[in-house]
């Protein structure tokens, strides 16, 4: 039955495939070994084989927050000083990681004063991390960690390492897990970043040019974070001379980047669905487009064009921090027709605010609207639609906000945008978008075109307000 050239091909298949187990097996140790050898090469563990490790002390402590406890590490070497303190809690997957992280920078350290150590005795380095815990909304931990090193005859680094922890269920975030996790919110982040920055004093020694480079827009620029209070914290080492400097940090209210972020992040605030124009009042078919938080450079212009496109009126709701970057567009907007409306300085939760602050965020932004386009805005829309008798009486304006919600922000999908009107569609409707987001500039071009074929026409807040007969 067996075919003799079946055979021999067998045998030569056996040989060929020996061969090759043998040439994966030899390059598997030779990849082994060459690793190994550059392994090796490395300072730290060449002189790793004669390293002398000091003696150190470890003590566990318990911490002011639930399920938090301090490890302090401390040596007393008098050559290779460190102290080191760092959180554990009870969850193991942190703690491996933290405890990694330590390993790390003590083995490094070690390394380098056992290098120096060979030429001298004397020389007297020092490693110090110590870590500051944040509690938000219960179950969040902002553990920050800074590390001072100093090796003899080297500039003293300070860096920080930071790690967000969801305590309930052991997860650590990422910068990704806050804010929603598209290209669109970290353009608009990035943007706002850049601008506070430019402000803040902590960065006046930094030249522009490196500010827009440090927050450009790459969530890696952000990995460094922490949330307290109702702020976001990032810490920025400048780009230069990196290892040098200090980190800067930089505070961004969580109420400013409200729609950048993550569902569970958001402040939640009252649904503000509410017809507040008769839809039987005034003469004819008739909506207030409305767009809030910009202008951005981006998609304002986009918006622009296409009202102009369907001669549509429409009012912006603008922050005096972006007026005051992008005069330019502002008064673009201006000259198209549409009225302006004034949404404060820096959008935060008015009703949480004093009077004289209410009234700064108010007139600062009036200032940079006049500034930009040579006259004061006409009407004025409390972020979230948040306000009170306070805000009320504070600010004279006729304040408005809106009866249809696109949520824009959320969906942040042009196919989207249209539904979300059709759904609650009414006379005299104020609709609620945001011309930070290219999907609500992308569309936008439906949305006019299906209003249109039903007959309504375009107009600002205030002629809808004027017009109630
Ligand atoms: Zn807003």
Same mark, same amino acid.
């Given at each position: 039955?067996?075919?003799?050239?079946?055979?021999?091909?067998?045998?030569?298949?056996?040989?060929?495939?020996?061969?090759?187990?043998?040439?994966?097996?030899? @390059?598997?140790?030779?990849?082994?070994?060459?690793?190994?050898?550059?392994?090796?090469?490395?300072?730290?563990?060449?002189?790793?084989?004669?390293?002398?490790?000091?003696?150190?002390?470890?003590?566990?402590?318990?911490?002011?927050?639930?399920?938090?406890?301090?490890?302090?590490?401390?040596?007393?070497?008098?050559?290779?000083?460190?102290?080191?303190?760092?959180?554990? #809690?009870?969850?193991?997957?942190?703690?491996?990681?933290?405890?990694?992280?330590?390993?790390?920078?003590?083995?490094?350290?070690?390394?380098?004063?056992?290098?120096?150590? %060979?030429?001298?005795?004397?020389?007297?380095?020092?490693?110090?991390?110590?870590?500051?815990?944040?509690?938000?909304?219960?179950?969040?931990?902002?553990?920050? =960690?800074?590390?001072?090193?100093?090796?003899?005859?080297?500039?003293?680094?300070?860096?920080?390492?930071?790690?967000?922890?969801?305590?309930?269920?052991?997860? =650590?975030?990422?910068?990704?897990?806050?804010?929603?996790?598209?290209?669109?919110?970290?353009?608009?982040? @990035?943007?706002?970043?850049?601008?506070?920055?430019?402000?803040?004093?902590?960065?006046?020694?930094?030249?522009?040019?490196?500010?827009?480079?440090?927050?450009?827009?790459?969530?890696?620029?952000?990995?460094?974070?922490?949330? $307290?209070?109702?702020?976001?914290?990032?810490?920025?080492?400048?780009?230069?001379?990196? +290892?040098?400097?200090?980190?800067?940090?930089?505070?961004? @209210?969580?109420? *400013?980047?409200?729609?950048?972020?993550?569902?569970?992040?958001?402040?939640?605030?009252?649904?503000?669905?509410?017809?507040?124009?008769?839809?039987?009042?005034?003469?004819? %078919?008739? &909506?207030?487009?409305?767009?809030?938080?910009?202008?951005?450079?981006?998609?304002?212009?986009?918006?622009?064009?296409? =009202?102009?496109?369907?001669?549509?009126?429409?009012?912006?709701?603008?922050?005096?921090?972006?007026?005051?970057?992008?005069?330019?567009?502002?008064?673009?907007?201006?000259?198209?027709?549409?009225? &302006?409306?004034?949404?404060?300085?820096?959008?935060?939760?008015?009703?949480?605010? $004093?009077?004289?602050? &209410?009234? %700064?965020?108010? #007139?600062?932004?009036?200032?940079?609207?006049?500034?930009?386009?040579?006259?004061?805005? #006409?009407?004025?829309?409390?972020?979230?639609?948040? $306000?009170?008798?306070?805000?009320?009486?504070?600010?004279?304006?006729?304040?408005?906000?809106?009866?249809?919600?696109?949520?824009?922000?959320?969906?942040?999908?042009?196919?989207?945008?249209?539904?979300? &009107?059709?759904?609650?569609?009414?006379?005299?409707?104020?609709? =609620?978008?945001?011309?930070?987001?290219?999907?609500?500039?992308?569309?936008?071009?439906?949305? +006019?075109?299906?209003?249109?074929?039903?007959?309504?026409?375009?107009? #600002?807040? *205030?002629?809808?307000?004027?017009? %109630?007969?």
């Amino acid at each position: 039955m067996e075919n003799p050239r079946e055979k021999r091909s067998s045998i030569f298949v056996d040989v060929l495939l020996l061969t090759a187990i043998f040439a994966i097996l030899f @390059s598997i140790i030779f990849f082994t070994l060459i690793d190994k050898r550059f392994t090796f090469a490395e300072p730290q563990n060449e002189i790793g084989i004669t390293n002398i490790s000091p003696s150190s002390e470890t003590t566990e402590s318990e911490s002011t927050f639930p399920g938090v406890k301090i490890i302090t590490d401390i040596s007393n070497d008098p050559f290779i000083p460190f102290a080191i303190q760092y959180p554990l #809690t009870l969850h193991e997957l942190f703690n491996n990681q933290i405890e990694a992280y330590i390993e790390i920078e003590k083995n490094e350290y070690i390394s380098q004063m056992n290098e120096k150590g %060979k030429f001298n005795n004397e020389q007297v380095g020092e490693l110090n991390i110590s870590f500051e815990t944040y509690s938000y909304i219960d179950a969040y931990y902002s553990f920050i =960690l800074t590390r001072t090193l100093s090796i003899p005859g080297e500039e003293t680094i300070q860096t920080v390492n930071t790690y967000f922890l969801n305590n309930k269920t052991g997860d =650590l975030l990422t910068i990704r897990d806050v804010l929603s996790n598209n290209d669109d919110s970290l353009q608009t982040f @990035s943007a706002q970043l850049q601008a506070l920055m430019q402000d803040h004093e902590s960065f006046a020694m930094i030249d522009s040019d490196q500010i827009n480079i440090m927050a450009a827009p790459s969530w890696k620029n952000y990995e460094c974070f922490s949330i $307290s209070e109702d702020n976001l914290t990032l810490f920025m080492h400048p780009i230069e001379d990196a +290892l040098a400097a200090q980190p800067l940090t930089i505070k961004v @209210s969580l109420s *400013s980047i409200n729609t950048l972020l993550k569902e569970e992040f958001q402040i939640q605030m009252e649904d503000e669905m509410q017809v507040i124009v008769d839809p039987n009042s005034g003469s004819g %078919k008739r &909506i207030a487009l409305t767009f809030d938080d910009g202008p951005h450079p981006d998609v304002t212009p986009q918006i622009l064009a296409i =009202l102009e496109k369907y001669n549509a009126k429409a009012t912006f709701f603008m922050l005096g921090s972006r007026v005051q970057y992008y005069p330019d567009i502002a008064r673009d907007v201006f000259k198209g027709g549409h009225e &302006i409306g004034n949404h404060t300085w820096n959008h935060p939760v008015l009703t949480k605010m $004093s009077k004289a602050q &209410i009234l %700064k965020e108010y #007139t600062t932004t009036e200032q940079a609207i006049v500034k930009a386009i040579g006259t004061n805005s #006409t009407i004025f829309r409390p972020p979230y639609g948040a $306000s009170n008798s306070l805000v009320k009486s504070t600010i004279d304006s006729p304040q408005i906000n809106w009866s249809i919600d696109t949520l824009d922000w959320k969906f942040q999908s042009a196919p989207k945008l249209l539904p979300a &009107i059709k759904n609650t569609l009414h006379n005299n409707a104020i609709i =609620l978008m945001h011309d930070i987001h290219l999907s609500t500039a992308d569309g936008l071009e439906d949305v +006019l075109q299906y209003l249109r074929g039903e007959g309504f026409e375009f107009v #600002t807040v *205030s002629e809808i307000l004027n017009d %109630k007969e």
